[in-house]
């Protein structure tokens, strides 16, 4: 075989994959299906328009009597089972648009047929080629991000036109009630589960991490979406893998959001993240601290001026190639299987209320590792990756001369009780034992070793380091006694603080000089009563016209974040 004999069955997205084996020289597309006239008219005017003189039918029996090699089963997801199985019994590999098969039956079918036949079966899953993935791939074997432990794919897809009519025209239903159109009918996806559409995020994770799952939990959202009522507004799967991974997989086809494809990785030693909206990756890996931030790195889907980014021709090439070199293809029969029923399993969860499932593994031999990085390949070139910065935030009275609220301050042992009136700076801030304690929220809170503790005493430090000379006001809240020095002399004495602490209850303005400046906060347990403080800084001299300008780092006080 020189070449090889494409059949393509439907010209909705079959159309994409007419273009892209029209692009390959090794392949021929020796003729089309599809019933409808105007979706043959437009294959014909593309093929002949390439000096292809293929056939072009309305049925697809007559497409399989042509005898092709290959037949690309591009009909809609419910069909495909039918026409796969069709195809292999006539003695034709398969190329299959996802999903591929809608339940657990068809895929035994499908499988069983191919071992039967001997042919081939691949899932058109596009996304697997996309560009960025090789890199993603090549890094992770290199370790640069440690062991990865959690993946997570989003796809996001507003569709609402969920009914169709006799050309293959989509309408929502309010365009249906408004037109008073007749004759017309849900499409395929009107009541499909969201998540089974799951395998452009899931195939490309597997992939990544070179890996199968083995059991799923999933929950629905509501069927608020007045425009495709018939399914949930989405649904949240969370695969557990053969590996011990966690992959979280969220499909909305009824959110009227921006359509992306998202992925996430987390690793031990770093984290990489990638968004199809905003074609751009960023990681943050094992040579870099994660206080330094994300860096960006320009890589994406391969070719943005072709069709999905050049995905499409990616995989009809690959496909085409391998077919001619081996006989075999990058995504093979058991691993199309892999990608697709877990959707159709976890919308079985969902329906249970979110019940762990077991996914079935249809392989005869025990998953070991992918081969489609064999066929693939890693990229060769190293891209530089530049620092991540948020757009500059415009000033606003509000926000501008404060600073974030201390989360990360470094907290003492817990002392037995001492008066705070008499009580100095320590002399030797070592003896206080303070360590770095890390808050989620904006109290730093201590109640349950000070409940514990009785009468007692403890200290909370923090540095801050002021680019410049400011006026500052140290912000607090707190509920005991408390004392506080800046740079070591006393700021702030309360006797009477008690329940419960407020932020920012308290100002104690004070000149800052530039360069670094240390805060020691003494708070009385109050017999066990108190719980923590609030602390934060404002900037005071800045001027209206400053307030306008763009804000800087260097406006106001940057806080230490201390290290464990
Ligand atoms: N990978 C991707 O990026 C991507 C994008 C879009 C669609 N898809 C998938 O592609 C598949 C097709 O989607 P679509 O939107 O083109 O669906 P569609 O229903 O619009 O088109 C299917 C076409 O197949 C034809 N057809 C079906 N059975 C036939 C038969 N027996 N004989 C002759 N013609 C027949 C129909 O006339 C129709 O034109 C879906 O499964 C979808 O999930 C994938």
């Known amino acids: 075989m020189d070449k090889l004999r494409v059949g393509i069955l439907g010209m909705g997205r079959g159309i994409s994959h007419l273009h892209s084996f029209l ?22 005017k593309v093929m002949r328009a390439r000096g292809n003189k293929g056939k072009i039918v309305a049925e697809y029996d007559d497409l399989l009597a042509i005898k092709p090699d290959v037949v690309v089963v591009a009909s809609n997801g419910r069909m495909q089972c039918e026409h796969s199985v069709k195809a292999l019994e006539a003695g034709c590999h398969v190329l299959s648009e996802v999903p591929g098969a809608f339940s657990l039956e068809e895929w035994l079918k499908i499988r069983d047929t191919v071992e039967r036949t001997g042919k081939q079966y691949m899932m058109a899953e596009n996304l697997c080629f996309m560009d960025f993935i090789r890199y993603w791939r090549k890094w992770i074997e290199e370790g640069r991000y440690g062991e990865i432990s959690i993946a997570e794919g989003e796809y996001v897809h507003y569709l609402p036109e969920t009914i169709t009519n006799a050309t293959g025209e989509f309408f929502t239903p309010s365009e249906v009630k408004e037109r008073g159109l007749t004759n017309v009918k849900p499409t395929w996806r ?16 597997l992939e990544l991490l070179d890996d199968q799952v ?7 959202a509501g069927w608020r979406c007045k425009e495709a009522p018939l399914r949930s507004d989405g649904q949240i799967a969370l695969f557990h893998t053969a590996k011990g991974l966690l992959i979280q997989i969220l499909v909305t086809l009824n959110t009227k959001c921006p359509g992306d494809h998202r992925f996430r990785l987390f690793g031990t030693e770093g984290g990489l ?3 199809g909206y905003e074609q751009f990756c960023r990681r943050c890996d094992k040579s870099r601290s994660e206080m330094a931030g994300w860096e960006v790195v320009d890589i994406g889907l391969g070719d943005p001026s072709a069709s999905h980014g050049g995905t499409d021709l990616n995989l009809v090439r690959y496909f085409t190639r391998c077919m001619l070199k081996n006989g075999t293809v990058p995504i093979d029969i058991y691993r199309s299987i892999e990608y697709s029923l877990p959707g159709i399993i976890a919308a079985q969860s969902a329906n249970l209320g979110g019940v762990p ?37 415009k000033a606003n009275k509000e926000t501008v001369p404060f600073t974030d609220f201390v989360h990360v301050p470094l907290v003492s042992e817990i002392f037995p009780h001492a008066p705070l009136a008499k009580l100095a700076f320590p002399k030797n801030k070592d003896t206080l034992g303070l360590k770095p304690k890390s808050y989620s929220g904006n109290f730093l809170d201590l109640h349950i070793e000070l409940q514990k503790a009785g009468a007692a005493l403890v200290y909370y430090a923090c540095n801050i380091h002021c680019a410049v000379a400011m006026k500052l006001k140290l ?18 004495y309360d006797p009477h603080g008690t329940n419960s602490a407020v932020a920012d209850a308290v100002g104690i303005p004070f000149d800052a000089t530039k360069g670094m400046h240390e805060i020691l906060v003494a708070l009385d347990s109050n017999g066990g009563k108190a719980w923590g403080i609030f602390l934060r800084f404002k900037r005071l001299d800045f001027s209206p016209r400053e307030i306008e300008k ?7 006080p940057i806080i230490d974040v201390f290290k464990k």
């Open 23 to 44: 692009a390959v020289e090794e392949a021929e597309v020796i003729g089309i299906a599809d019933r409808l006239p105007n979706r043959q008219a437009e294959a014909e």
């Open 273 to 275: 993240e990638w968004s």
């Open 190 to 205: 009107a009541d499909m589960p969201p998540i089974g559409y799951l395998t452009h995020d899931l195939g490309p994770l």
């Open 214 to 220: 083995v059991s799923v939990s999933c929950r629905n």
């Open 357 to 393: 499932i077991s996914i079935p593994d249809l392989r005869r031999k025990a998953f070991t590792h992918t081969d489609f990085w064999k066929v693939v390949g890693f990229p060769e070139n190293e891209p530089e990756g530049r620092h991540f910065k948020t757009a500059p935030l």
């Open 550 to 556: 763009i804000l800087s780092p260097s406006h106001i």
């Open 475 to 492: 912000l607090f809240g707190y509920d005991g006694p408390v004392k506080v020095w800046i740079d070591g002399a006393e700021a702030h």
